[in-house]
C-alpha cells in the first residue's frame, strides 16, 4: 500500500520533558489511570472530515493545503488514497478510532443509485483496510447540509421530496454503520433551523424532525443497529436559528416526542461556546440528565461568531471536562472526536501529526488533573459542605416531600436569623490551578 507521510515516525511518548516536535508529552496510552489505562479512558478518535477532506477554505479564500493525495486522477481514487491516508495517520497516531460522513469518504454521483454504488465500493475498501489495521469506527453519520438540495433544510425542509431524499440518504448511512461495526449513530442538523418565522411553519417543522428520528429509531431496530444514537447540538451558524441550539434544548425536544430513551448527547466544544456555554456547562448538563454520549473535542475563539474548530490547547477547559467525564464513570461507547482542523495557514502534511499531538496531550493532560481532582474530592468535599443543609433538618424533609408550603411557612416564621456561607469561587479556581500546576 502506498505511504503518504514518509517523514513521519510511528509517534511515541516521551514525557513532558522532551523536546521532539513529534512526540507526546503527556499520552501516554498505556499509563493507568483510575483503574484504566488512558487509551481506554480518552478513546481518541480521528475526524475524517476535517483531517482528510478539508481544504483549508474559509468565506474569504480559497483552500491552502498541500497533501499527497492531491495527485488522484478520479474522484474515486481520490477516495481509496484519502482512506489509506486514513490508517496511515491512525497507525501512526496511535489512534483506534474515527468517525465520518457519508460523503466524506465517497463522492457524490448523479443520481442517489449511482451515490449509493459509489459509497458501497469504498465502504468495501475501508472495511478491508479496518482489518488489516485493527481499526474501529466510533460513528458515521449523513451529510445533509451541503449539497444545495438541503438549501431549506432536511428533515426540517418545506420540500416533501427532499424530506424523502434525506430519508433514504439516512438509511444507507446507517447501513453502512452497522456494517462498519460502529458504535454510534450521530444526527447533526447543520441546516435543521430557520433564518425567519415570517416564512417558517415552526411546528409542522419540529414534528416532522421528531417523525425523522422515530423512523430512524424504527429502521435500526428492523436492522439489528444497536449502536448508540446521538444527536450534537449546534446554535446558529448556517441558520440564524437551529432547533439543536443546546443541551437543553434537545433534552426538551426529546421529550416533548418521547424519544429521550432512544438518544444521548454528541458535545462539541466550539459548539457550546457559540451557545455562550462553556464546555463544562453542556457537559455537565448531559451528565446529570443521563444523556452524556460523546463529545467532539476543540475549542472555538469566543471572541469570533463562528465555528473556527481549533485543535484544544485550553488545559483548563479539558481539566474541567474530563472531570465530568469520570464523574459520568467514562464516555464509552462514545469518545473523544477531534472535530478540528488545522489553521488555514498551517497547510503542509506534517502539520496535522503536529495538531493531533497538542490535541491528544491537553486532554490526556487534563485527564490526569482530571482524577487527582476526584480522588482528592476537594470539590466534591467543598459542594457537600455548601449543600449540608439539605441534608439535615428541614432540608431533608423539603429533599424527602415531607414539608408543604404551609409547613414551611410556620418554620419560616419561628426561624428568625438565617446565615449564609461563602461559596470560595476563587479559592476552588485556585485549587484546580495548583493541580494543574503540580501535576
Not at 523536546?19 to 493507568?32: G, R
Request: aromatic share 12%.
Amino acid at each position: 500500500m502506498r505511504e503518504y507521510f514518509a517523514n513521519v515516525p510511528k509517534i511515541k511518548y516521551e514525557g513532558k520533558d522532551s523536546k521532539n516536535p513529534l512526540a507526546f508529552k503527556y499520552y501516554n496510552p498505556d499509563e493507568v489511570v483510575g483503574g484504566k489505562t488512558m487509551k481506554e479512558h480518552l478513546r481518541f478518535t480521528l475526524s475524517y472530515w476535517h483531517t482528510l477532506t478539508g481544504a483549508g477554505s474559509d468565506p474569504f479564500g480559497v483552500g491552502t493545503m498541500l497533501r499527497p493525495w492531491d495527485c488522484a486522477e478520479d474522484e474515486m481514487e481520490l477516495a481509496k488514497m484519502r482512506m489509506e491516508a486514513n490508517f496511515e495517520l491512525m497507525d501512526k497516531l496511535g489512534i483506534e478510532y474515527f468517525a465520518f460522513h457519508d460523503r466524506d469518504i465517497a463522492p457524490e454521483g448523479k443520481t442517489l443509485a449511482d451515490t449509493n454504488e459509489k459509497l458501497d465500493e469504498i465502504v468495501a475498501y475501508c472495511k478491508e483496510l479496518m482489518q488489516k489495521h485493527g481499526k474501529k469506527l466510533l460513528w458515521g453519520t449523513a451529510n445533509m447540509f451541503g449539497n444545495p438540495r438541503f438549501v431549506h433544510g432536511a428533515a426540517t425542509t418545506c420540500n416533501a421530496d427532499v424530506f424523502a431524499y434525506a430519508a433514504a440518504q439516512t438509511k444507507k448511512a446507517m447501513d453502512v454503520t452497522k456494517e462498519l461495526g460502529g458504535e454510534n449513530y450521530v444526527f447533526w442538523g447543520g441546516r435543521e433551523g430557520y433564518e425567519t418565522l415570517l416564512n417558517t411553519d415552526l411546528g409542522l417543522e419540529q414534528d416532522n424532525l421528531a417523525r425523522f428520528f422515530q423512523m430512524a429509531v424504527d429502521y435500526a431496530k428492523k436492522i439489528g443497529f444497536t449502536g448508540q444514537f446521538l444527536i450534537e447540538p449546534k446554535p446558529k451558524e448556517p441558520t440564524k436559528h437551529q432547533y439543536d441550539f443546546d443541551v437543553a434544548t434537545v433534552l426538551g425536544f426529546l421529550r416533548k416526542y418521547n424519544l429521550e430513551k432512544y438518544f444521548k448527547m454528541n458535545i462539541e466544544a466550539n459548539h457550546a461556546t457559540l451557545a455562550q456555554h462553556t464546555f463544562q456547562h453542556e457537559v455537565a448538563v448531559a451528565r446529570v440528565n443521563g444523556v452524556l454520549g460523546s463529545l467532539d473535542v476543540n475549542q472555538g475563539d469566543p471572541n469570533l461568531g463562528w465555528d473556527t474548530d481549533q485543535f484544544p490547547t485550553n488545559i483548563y477547559d479539558a481539566t474541567m471536562v474530563m472531570y465530568e467525564v469520570l464523574k459520568n464513570g467514562g464516555i464509552a461507547p462514545g469518545g473523544l472526536n477531534f472535530d478540528a482542523k488545522t489553521r488555514r495557514a498551517s497547510f503542509e502534511p506534517e502539520d496535522l501529526f503536529l495538531s493531533y499531538i497538542a490535541g491528544m496531550d491537553t486532554m490526556a493532560k487534563g485527564l490526569r488533573v482530571a482524577y487527582s481532582l476526584l480522588d482528592d474530592a476537594v470539590l466534591e468535599n467543598n459542594t457537600s459542605e455548601r449543600y449540608k443543609t439539605f441534608s439535615e433538618g428541614i432540608g431533608k424533609d423539603i429533599v424527602e416531600g415531607k414539608v408543604d408550603f404551609e409547613s414551611l411557612e410556620k418554620y419560616a416564621l419561628e426561624n428568625s436569623v438565617i446565615s449564609n456561607k461563602s461559596g470560595r469561587q476563587e479559592y476552588l479556581e485556585s485549587v484546580v490551578n495548583q493541580y494543574i500546576f503540580n501535576d
